[in-house]
């Protein structure tokens, strides 16, 4: 019979031949022999870590390790067992230990590391990492897992650096590339990101990870086709991969395909249907094809399984409001933020919320976003280098336009007239554009532009700096808090001058923007506002879709009832609104409202809005539900079927306004007291219809009715109203780009003394 010794040795070499099947009964028959050898005891533990037996492995060397409490090795091996058995917070412990007795064992402080990580505890996990990278700063994997943990922080410029310095020590290690261009990726430095990721193909072409990480970087820079060709190798290397699906997903998203994005988010989650991401995914796309309830669901189930998941609570948040619950709405945004205070489109998406709440008075309003802009002010530096206003105006003045919606968007009808008008010998365009989805009229804008400048793919600071080099002298935001906005471009100061115009209805917040450009009719009063205001006689010109049908003749005439009517988005349809439908259709018997918003396509939302109508005392037969029409000359054919537009008083519309007006429907307005409810009244003013202004509730009220009883009139000014519109203000684009031309000179000499 062999001694424990012996079989210790048989045990060892049968482990290193790797066959820990037949170590295990040599090693329990040495601890048969002899149960207090240790060295036998620690092996068998080992064998059965091995054949993945972790919880018999843990109970042998718990025991070594209560008789040998220095031995570093057991501890060691006693925390990758515990790792193996998801008793994370027992592996901590074990290595912990091994550290307290050594602190230079490498493996331990990495293997910390991994354990925290996996608790959640990115930090602590973060400083294991890199007291492992400081010990042996040429072994790549410590640097590659700090660059994993400081991601999940979301430093992405350290865990670039700390991507690199793995690559670079291990060059064959097609891991640390595949992870340094995500990082890049993120940083939006598509120039370095992509050919890291290409490098990684060449180590690894078989990689379904280099693929889809090769599909976000080309997307980040508008080449959808390639990028669905790299997210389509992703997925056939490897069928269940989630996130290559929800990466085509979002491709198809972004190109209107909200079918097809649903089919690709539904295949995730059949490959997993726990994923929170893909839960996620699906209820943007619902919420995009106006099944708004069933987006609810979707984003509630996927906090659900993950309730730090500060982008579903964004998600769930934008579903919420889009259906008017704003109440709830806030409610998510202020979680989303709670989770992650950096994340912006938690912070812009509740201030843009808090636009439709009828409970936030106008100081709250301004004292949120001057709250928003501090906090940025405080973390961003302004970019250096760059040039001062004043003086004699430079001739050309070089004017930059920022935004993400030069392509088919309410903003393209206000803005065109301007770029087409404005003199180039005066004023050179260099447009800024972060347009996902380009299209003819983005084609059409281009033409305008001296410069034009593609910012997909660029991070914030290569934006900034682009727009400096470039020297433009004012540089103007379109999009204020709304979706695709770079605002922390201008946070960075590029410009000598900086204003906000066209498509926020409040202040940015940003005191580093000089300007907000409006009128006196739409911000009367000075105050609420981070920026100084430079005032037009009218902040808009509307150029009408060039498809629009002619105006038809008012529907009451056939159906012997006036139609009140909104396309507005829902959320702006607040409980004084629905009081003061109910109010005017008491007023005018027989009279109907018909109401077309995209979420009232869900029969849900539908059931919901019925329920308040009736609160107000609205019969449901009174109201007629529409959901979103998708093509322009549907919608606006629609106009046909409204005699009376009625603007939503506590936020106006602007888009929908005009193009009611141009279909020769009169608008009600009642101007109120900030900008969002006075948007109406500045249109009508510059459209020579103030006559259908409201000062008040009852006037209001009286205006709507006191139309719909003349439809003879109506029909009349059915007839006129595009012609007046046409040779109004609000049309008139070669004034419209004088006055900007000036108010442009205003703005760079600044603000008299």
Known sequence: MSSPKQLLKDAQEAQRLGKPEKAEPLLREALKQDPAFGEARYELGGALHQLGRHDEA?????????????????????????????????????????????????????????????????GDAAQSFREAARLAPARHEPWNNLGVALMGLADYEGAAEAFGKAANLAPAFAAAWVNLATALSHLRRAAQAEPAARHSLTLAPQLPEAHNVLGNILS?????????????????????????????????????????????????????PASSAALDALGVAQAAMGRTDEAIRS????????????????????????????????????????????????SQNFL???????????????????????????RITVLPGVAKAGGKLPKPLRLGLVSADFKRHSVAYFLEPLLEALNPLEVQLYLYADVANQDEVTERLKGYAHV????????????????????????????????????????????????????YPASTGLSRIDWRITDAVADPEDGRSAERLARLPG????????????????????????????FNALAKLTERDLSLIGRILKQVPQSRFLLKARPLAD?????????????????????????????????????SRIDVALDPVHYNGTATSCEALWMGVPLVT????????????????????????????????????????????????????????????????????ADFTQALAKMWEGPKP
């Not at 997903?249 to 209107?256: D, N, T």
């Not at 659900?304 to 709830?328: H, K, Q």
């Not at 005392?617 to 007629?624: A, F, N, R, S």
């Open 58 to 122: 843990a109970l042998e060397l718990e025991v070594v390790g209560a008789t040998s409490p220095a031995n570093v090795a057991v501890w060691l091996r006693l925390g990758d067992v515990r790792f193996a058995q998801g008793r994370l917070d027992k592996a901590v412990v074990a290595y912990r230990h091994v550290i307290s007795i050594d602190p230079a064992i490498i493996s331990a402080h990495n293997n910390l590391g991994n354990a925290l990580l996996s608790l959640g505890l990115t």
């Open 220 to 272: 980040a820079q508008g080449k959808r086709e390639e990028a669905r060709e790299s997210y389509g190798r992703a997925a056939a290397l490897r069928p269940n991969y989630v996130e290559a699906h929800l990466n085509l997903g979002r491709l198809a998203m972004e190109e209107g395909g909200y079918e097809l994005a649903q089919r690709h988010y539904r295949h995730a989650l059949s490959h997993d």
């Open 299 to 346: 984003h509630e189930q996927a906090i659900a399984r993950n309730p730090s998941f500060a982008d579903a609570y964004v998600n769930l948040g934008n579903a919420l409001t889009a259906t008017a619950r704003i109440t709830e709405a806030k409610a998510a945004f202020k979680r989303a933020i709670s989770l992650n205070a950096q994340d912006r489109a938690a």
């Open 352 to 378: 843009m919320c808090l636009n439709y709440d009828e409970t936030t008075d106008r100081d709250a309003l301004h004292l949120e976003h001057r709250r928003w802009g501090d906090y940025q002010e405080k």
């Open 452 to 503: 034009w400048r593609d910012l997909m793919g660029m991070s914030d600071e290569q934006a900034a700096k682009q727009v400096r080099d470039d020297g433009v002298h004012i540089l103007i935001d379109l999009s204020g808090h709304t979706a695709g906005n770079r605002l922390p471009l201008f946070v960075l100061k590029p410009a000598p001058v900086q204003a906000s115009w066209l498509g």
């Open 539 to 566: 902040f808009l010109c509307y150029r009408p879709d060039e498809n629009a049908p002619q105006p038809a003749p008012p529907p009451a005439l056939a159906n012997g009832f006036v139609t009140f009517g909104s």
């Open 603 to 639: 029969e849900g939302v539908k059931k919901r809005l019925y329920q308040r109508l009736g609160h107000h005392g609205i019969d449901p037969l009174q109201v007629e539900l529409l959901g979103r029409v998708p093509e322009t000359g549907g919608h606006l054919a629609l106009y």
């Open 670 to 737: 009642l101007a109120g007291s900030r900008h969002a409810q006075r948007v109406g009244a500045s249109i009508l003013s510059c459209a020579n219809l103030p006559h259908l202004i409201a000062s008040d509730e009852a006037a209001y009220v009286a205006l709507a009715a006191k139309l719909a009883s003349d439809v003879p009139a109506l029909a009349h000014q059915r007839e006129g109203q595009r012609a007046i519109l046409a040779a109004s203000p609000l049309m008139d684009k070669q004034a419209f780009a």
